[in-house]
Every structure is written in structure tokens, then in C-alpha cells.
């Protein structure tokens, strides 16, 4: 049947998108109490998209924080069962400035819609409610058991939805998890993602005097917070972007052979990648290491943001009695979460700067994630996405976390199909975000042709 949900896709392109735009339009930035009654009312959005498109026994299930919003429809006995996640809420959209058209007023621009949300991941997500009512219009039925898990808080940790895996497994019960939160490697090459790398988000605080001091007549005795803080930092990489923390590359893994095989082929290109994406004058990061492997199969640390001190205009002659650094890690597979945090710790502690107190606040964690791509459904969606975009579908990882696929690997048992449609210039949680228009079709499509070729 997918010439019949194709055609079906085509027939209401102008709606599909309409609906999308009312969507984005929803400014659910979860991070900011301010939006909150936003967030809700995205929620409600989906809950009441879900419902037309002929899913069943649709909740809104209230948390300590964000909703969730579940459905499912299961008629198709003696089939195999898929849990769509994704999520409705979105970064802010700061800063303002550097937006061509307002972040939360859909513009179409050369073949994309510009909006905050629009590829992160409001339009990746709403792909799959609208595969089923094509399915469901076009059939009556549909080809496979589902079940749809939406919440609002990935971007800011995903608390919520992790203590909801983890206390209704058989709620969740399925065969295979299906994700669209992840892009194609380059236009129209589809693409699958088995691996993500895990992230530790920190906040580290450094305190000195016991107020902001005076710096004539204080300065060469009294201890400057953000020097302290900026001191403590540079030790945690060289200058090659080599972590320092002992311990840090335990249980790091070359990548196997073929693999490295398979990314050399890619159509990448290291030039292209400088100007286009990253926008600086060289790269860095470890020498000795391909860039996709540097990305993708090497653990990071990054600082975020520092905050301290003044910063207003004109001249204000302060020591900081305080400052504070946003700190990630990234790790691969088969590294230690929890002895990476102590090593951190430790690390910290033993170089924290003379006169200089330090205080280490993990905000969030996550493992990094393999998914075997032998599994029979991993096959199928490689099968389905070639078919729709006519070419071989190629196999990648992702430098990003998505710390839901390991909550549905430990809690439900279950693979993720990591299917994503977005473009490597699509500007996730940067001014100018899009998505193409042509892939919010073509994932539908496709998800549809998946649940297809899946019930067979």
C-alpha cells in the first residue's frame, strides 16, 4: 500500500504542512516558567493530533514537571509491537537578534520551514502521528501494533519520562522503539544511527572572598573567583584537546575495522564541514583521530558557559567573590558513568586554586548507546528508507545523547531505530533552526512504508 499512502501524503501536502506551522507557532521552551502554560498547551496539541489521526486511548499523564502525552492502538494481533518517542518541547530561541524571521512565526524559505522546533523535534515527531492516519485513511487499519510516548522535557533532561519507563514497562511493552530525532548523514542519503555517545552535564561553582572586594585594595591578596574558576578549567584539556582527568579514556574502544570502513566512504568532507558547519577558522580536537571519529567515538569535554562577576557596560572594579562554569562530558561506549563522575570529582577537588572553594553539581547523566544493526527490525527500516529515497541506506553515529534510547534498553529490553530526517545545517537549538520541507514528507512516507514492511 505505499503507492496509496504516498499519494496520500501528496494529496494533502498544504494541510500537512498547515497543521506543522500551528504547531511550531506553540513557543513550548521548557526551560522557562514563563512558558509553561505553553508547554501544556503543546501537549494538549499533540494529544488532540493523535485523536484525529485515529489513535486510541490518548492521555495526558502529569508529572512532577512536563506531561506526557500516550496513545496507542493495538489491533493487530500476532504482529509486532513499535513505540514511537519523541518529543514537543524546544530550546529558547536566544539570541533574538540573529533570527532572519521570528523563531515562533513559521517562515518557508528556498524549500525549508524556519521556526524553533521545526527539525528538534516537533516536525521529526508529528512524521509519525501523521504516517498513521495516512495509513489508517488509506486502509482502515493499520499494519502493526503501536504504542506513542511524547514528552516535554527532553531538553532539559528528561527526568520525568525516565521515571515513567522505568515504573510501566508493561504499559510500554514492545518490540522496537522508533525515533526520529537524528538527521540524514547528507541530503537524500538515508540514513540510520546505532550509536550515541552518553553525556554528563556538571555545573561547577567557585567561591573566594566572602563578598565582591574592592580590587585596588584588595587586589594582590584577596582570591578572584573567576580567575580561580578559569585556572581550574584550562587544567581539564591540553592544548591537542586531550582530557587530563585520569581515568577518562578507560574502557574507550577503537572502532571496529569495518566500521571505520564504512565512515571513510561517507561523502564527507573535512573543508566543507570547517566552513559550512562549524564556521572557524580550523578544527581541533585530539590529533591522530579522522574527524567523524573525533565526533562521533571519542569521549569530549566541553565548558558551556561561565557566569561571574560584572559584566554590564562601563567599568565596575570588582574581585568576584563567586562564579559558576557549565561543564559536559561526553562518553562512548563501554565508559563508566559513575567512575567518570568521582574521577571528575577528584579532579576538581585536587585543583582547585589556592584561597578558591569549589563545589561540583551534576545536573544530569546518561551512558552512550550501540544498537546491534543485525537486528530484524534494524533491517527492515534500512529497507524502508532505501526504498522511499532510492538509494542504499548508509550507517552512522552520533556525537549527540538521546538518553531515552537507554531508558527503553534497560527498563522495556528493546532496540531503537534511530530513523531521522533532519539536514548537519539545520541550526539545532541555533538562530535560523529549519527543517526541509521535502524530508517532513518523505519521513512520513517512510515511517508509514517501516510499518508497513515491519507487519510483514
Same mark, same amino acid.
Given at each position: ?87 514537543? /518541547? ?19 524559505? /528556498? ?238 577537588? /585536587? ?106
Amino acid at each position: 500500500m505505499s503507492q496509496a499512502t504516498n499519494a496520500f501524503v501528496e494529496q494533502n501536502k498544504t494541510r500537512l504542512l498547515d497543521e506543522l506551522k500551528t504547531f511550531l507557532r506553540i513557543p513550548s521552551v521548557s526551560t522557562l516558567p514563563e512558558h509553561f502554560p505553553d508547554v501544556r498547551r503543546a501537549a494538549e496539541f499533540v494529544a488532540d493530533s493523535m485523536r484525529a489521526a485515529g489513535l486510541e486511548n490518548v492521555e495526558i499523564i502529569a508529572t512532577a514537571k512536563h506531561p506526557l502525552v500516550y496513545a496507542d492502538w493495538l489491533h493487530a494481533p500476532g504482529k509486532p509491537t513499535v513505540l514511537c518517542y519523541g518529543h514537543y /518541547d524546544v530550546q529558547p530561541p536566544d539570541p533574538l537578534h540573529e533570527w532572519i524571521s521570528p523563531p515562533f512565526e513559521p517562515t518557508v524559505r /528556498d524549500g525549508n520551514i524556519y521556526a524553533r522546533g521545526s527539525a528538534d523535534d516537533k516536525g521529526q515527531m508529528y512524521m509519525h502521528i501523521k504516517a498513521v492516519e495516512a495509513l489508517l485513511a488509506v486502509t482502515g487499519t493499520l499494519p502493526v501494533n503501536l504504542k506513542f510516548l511524547i514528552e516535554g522535557e527532553e531538553e532539559v533532561g528528561g527526568e520525568s519520562v525516565a521515571k515513567f519507563v522505568a515504573e510501566n514497562p508493561a504499559k510500554l511493552k514492545a518490540d522496537v522503539a522508533l525515533v526520529s530525532d537524528t538527521e540524514l548523514f547528507a541530503e537524500g542519503l538515508p540514513t540510520l544511527c546505532i550509536g550515541l555517545r552518553g553525556l554528563i552535564y556538571t555545573e561547577i561553582e567557585a567561591r573566594g572572598p566572602s563578598r565582591d572586594l574592592h580590587s585596588g585594595m584588595y587586589g594582590g591578596a584577596a582570591p578572584n573567583a573567576v580567575f580561580g574558576l578559569v585556572e581550574l578549567l584550562s587544567k581539564l584539556k591540553d592544548a591537542n584537546g586531550v582530557i587530563q582527568i585520569p581515568g577518562m579514556y578507560d574502557g574507550v574502544e577503537a572502532p571496529a575495522p569495518a566500521e571505520k570502513h564504512s565512515w571513510s566512504v561517507l561523502p564527507f568532507d573535512e573543508k566543507e564541514f570547517l566552513s559550512h558547519e562549524v564556521g572557524s577558522t580550523r578544527l581541533t580536537g585530539e590529533p591522530g583521530y579522522p574527524v567523524l571519529e573525533r565526533v562521533w567515538a571519542r569521549p569530549t569535554l566541553e565548558v558551556h558557559g561561565i557566569a561571574g562577576g560584572f559584566t554590564g557596560a562601563g567599568a565596575k572594579t570588582v574581585i568576584p567573590a563567586r562564579a559558576t562554569a557549565k561543564v559536559s562530558m561526553r562518553m562512548v561506549p563501554n565508559q563508566n558513568p559513575e567512575k567518570i563522575i568521582a574521577a571528575y570529582r577528584k579532579f576538581v577537588a /585536587d585543583n582547585t586554586p589556592a584561597g578558591i572553594e569549589t563545589e561540583v553539581r551534576v545536573l544530569s547523566w546518561g551512558p552512550a548507546i550501540m544498537v546491534n544493526p543485525d537486528h530484524p527490525a534494524i533491517g527492515v527500516a534500512a529497507k524502508a528508507f532505501a526504498d522511499i529515497m532510492g538509494k542504499e541506506t548508509v550507517f552512522i553515529r552520533s556525537g549527540g545523547s538521546i538518553p531515552i534510547v537507554g531508558d527503553f534498553a534497560r527498563h522495556l529490553g528493546i532496540p531503537t531505530i534511530l530513523m531521522g530526517f533532519g539536514l548537519p545545517d539545520d541550526g539545532l537549538h541555533s538562530p535560523n533552526e529549519k527543517y526541509k520541507i521535502a524530508n517532513y514528507y518523505a519521513g512520513i512516507m517512510t515511517v508509514a512504508h517501516f510499518f508497513e514492511q515491519y507487519g510483514k
